[in-house]
């Protein structure tokens, strides 16, 4: 039997005049290449779980449009993808039902839109896929696969994740392989399209598993730069100390993503250092207290911790790991004022990296639901747009257009080539002190 898993996660603006800018901006092309060149974790670990007796082969479909037919012949297909390519996803799978092929369809967006995506497949993976790809495939076996299989409200316990197939993968083609060390994150911003809406509690995996799966990386790829792929790492101060206590042994290079907290603890950032940590992405969302106010679910968390985005800054990067310093445009409670605002910010905490985004209301998340019901949603069922940088939304204190026009200003000012290489230069003249300080 022949399984075919296929990732689809190209993403493509559609305003033409911020694509038309992308080309000439090198910081923000740059962060895109990184995104789409990640593969598909999650299928990746359901192949880890798939029986001998299927042969499997992992595809990447960047943009349906350069595909004529099928990109492979299967017995079952196996699809996921972003929300912004559901589309062109959901026309690949009618091409092999077509065929005769069975299709199977999960990940975020279809655990929280499951009708829309049961009229382009057999059957519909809803929450966790490690809770079910087991009895998925053995009713595939005797022609008896459900139209639903729903590990909603379940936990997968991570003690048991299978190792990821990264041998399916050819190394030379990416900039990083991913490895997830936890799942959920506690502070449930509303906006949020991740691991929140498929696992309901924030979970570790057991800190030789994942050693285990960087040392598999390793015999694959010799000098690997690894991204965990976590929503927030390192919330258990705790278990973090002990993982990279572990993971310094391994001598290689990573990037994730955590929260400013990490600069309140000397030794973790220690050990972050010495295990090699490149960057660390930490999402801001906002300079202003209005902006942040009321953002997470539960404890407004972020808007209270507002004074202390400049100190932390400085004390990670301070210690050799450059951040990479997120925003969200557009947020109720900001207006025009917002983009000079971050503007300034950014020069003045010489951030190494920025990335911006449009406020983009994912299905299923409260914001969807909340300007769903407040009647902001532009164009509903524009999946498409849900590309973090096209406007689906009526913001609070702007219109659509200063939005769309803040937006590229603050593009074009950040990711100038002289800016850019000005904040660099300052984090490489302040190690390069620091370094000679402690030999002198």
């Known amino acids: 039997m022949t399984l075919g898993l296929i990732a ?7 305003n033409d005049e911020l694509m038309a800018l992308g080309l000439t901006l090198p910081g ?24 001998d007796d299927f042969d499997i082969r992992y595809l990447e479909v960047p943009d349906l449009e350069t595909v004529d037919g099928l990109p492979g012949a299967f017995d079952l297909v196996a699809i996921s993808s972003y929300t912004a390519q559901i589309k062109d996803a959901y026309r690949l799978a009618d091409r092999y039902r077509a065929a005769g092929t069975k299709v199977v369809v999960g990940g975020l967006h279809v655990t929280t839109m499951p009708f829309e995506a049961a009229k382009h497949a057999d059957s519909v993976v809803l929450g966790e896929g490690e809770l079910l790809w087991h009895e998925l495939l053995d009713d595939f076996r005797h022609g008896d696969l459900k139209p639903f299989y729903d590990g909603r409200g379940r936990s997968f316990n991570l003690a048991e994740a299978p190792m990821p197939r ?44 994942v050693i285990a799966e960087v040392r598999r990386i390793k015999e694959l790829w010799k000098h690997p730069f690894i991204e965990f792929a976590d929503d927030n790492s390192f919330v258990d101060k705790a278990y973090a ?21 990490i600069s309140e603890d ?18 801001l969302e906002s300079t202003s207290f209005s902006g942040l106010n ?63 985004t449009v406020l983009t209301p994912f299905p299923g998340t409260p914001l969807y ?29 702007m219109t659509v257009s200063e939005l769309e026009t803040g937006l590229r200003t603050l593009l074009r000012q950040l990711y100038s080539e002289e800016f850019v290489q000005w904040r660099r230069q300052h984090f ?11 030999i002198t």
Not at 375 to 396: H, M, Q, S
Not at 429 to 435: E, F, G, H
């Open 369 to 397: 639901e909340r300007l769903e019901s407040e009647g902001r949603i532009l164009n509903k069922g524009a999946w498409e747009l849900c590309t973090l940088f096209d406007v689906n939304f009526i913001p609070e204190k």
């Open 8 to 14: 689809m996660s190209g993403v493509r603006v559609h």
């Open 166 to 209: 990264y041998d399916l993968l050819d190394p030379r083609r990416y900039n990083r392989l991913t490895v997830q060390t936890q799942r959920g994150c506690p502070h449930l911003c509303d906006f949020c399209a991740s691991s929140i809406l498929i696992s309901p509690h924030y979970k570790v995996k057991p800190v030789e598993k």
């Open 241 to 261: 100390k002990a993982l990279l206590r572990e993971l310094a042994k391994e001598k290689v290079r990573w990037f994730t993503e955590a929260d400013i907290s």
């Open 294 to 356: 009321g953002l997470e679910m539960h404890a407004n968390w972020k808007a209270k911790k507002l004074g202390e985005y400049r100190r932390a800054i400085k004390t990670i990067q301070n210690h050799g790991i450059t951040v990479n310093g997120c925003f969200v445009l557009g947020l109720d409670g900001t207006g025009t004022d917002s983009f000079g605002a971050i503007y300034e910010f950014v020069k003045q905490t010489r951030l190494y990296e920025v990335q911006i």
């Open 28 to 51: 923000f092309v740059e962060r895109s290449e990184v995104i789409a060149s990640l593969p598909s974790l999650g299928l990746l670990t359901l192949a880890g779980m798939t029986p």
């Open 266 to 283: 000397p030794e973790l950032l220690n050990l972050m250092k010495e295990s090699g940590c490149a960057q660390v992405l930490i999402g």
């Open 428 to 438: 490489f003249d302040r190690q390069r002190r620091k370094m000679h300080a402690e």
